[in-house]
């Protein structure tokens, strides 16, 4: 059997207390034509204007190992190691957020390392608004704050997560943050499948000590 256009296409029903149960029918020509108007309006914005998906966000994991061999020097086992890890991650292979933990004196490219990874993740790199640089030595500066700069650490990882489930987190000189810091950062990092409506295997964190 075929619909025609303005058939009815679904029904709702709800009863409001003390009154006969209410009907709202919508019509096929309607739902396809707001459909279609939304489809459109995401597809010309996000030609422009960065958005959470491919176009804005992909990683080509032999690009990145090009990137870093020819960009760092003294470090062959990074390239392999990272991208193998990231690939894996943005195939959504895995149980949880992938975290990485970066170690090294001043020089050593920690920061330089993470700039080569967001440059090959997102199109607008470092300037993209899905990543997200925590600096523990500028923004955790008194510790008798911890308790406040836990809560709006959380705050930065989930409005970003709910902005784009793809999204990188970058924390710089993170033994210098308090350690109620770091502790309330562990449960996006467990195997969940969402935490309060949201799932955060996708996002990417990135601790350079």
């Known amino acids: 059997m075929h619909l025609a256009k303005g058939v009815i296409l679904c029904c709702l029903f709800f009863k409001v207390s003390g009154f006969e149960p209410v009907t709202i029918t919508l019509s096929l020509g309607t739902a396809v ?10 597809l010309t914005y ?18 990145l190992i090009k990137d870093l061999n020819r960009r760092l020097y003294g470090q062959h086992l990074v390239p392999k190691i990272i991208s193998k890890y990231l690939k894996s991650h943005m195939k959504n292979k895995g149980s949880r957020a992938l975290s990485l933990s970066f170690h090294g004196e001043t020089g050593t490219g920690k920061n330089y390392v993470s700039k080569i990874i967001a440059e090959n993740m997102y199109r607008k790199g470092m300037d993209s608004k899905y990543v ?20 709006k650490i959380k705050d930065v990882v989930e409005t970003g997560v709910r902005d784009c489930a793809h999204s990188l987190f970058i924390f710089d000189e993170v033994d210098k ?6 502790d309330a950062l562990t449960i996006y990092m467990e195997p969940y499948d969402k935490i309060n409506g ?10 350079l000590r």
């Open 33 to 42: 034509f707001a459909g279609a108007a939304g489809i459109y309006k995401y």
């Open 46 to 63: 996000c030609q422009e204007n960065e958005c959470c998906d491919e176009r804005w966000i992909k990683l080509d994991a032999d690009a």
């Open 132 to 151: 997200h640089l925590i600096s523990a030595a500028k923004d955790y500066v008194e510790m008798m704050n911890a308790d406040d700069y836990s809560k």
């Open 177 to 182: 943050a308090p350690t109620k810091v770091i």
């Open 198 to 207: 949201v799932d955060y295997k996708k996002a990417t964190f990135l601790f």
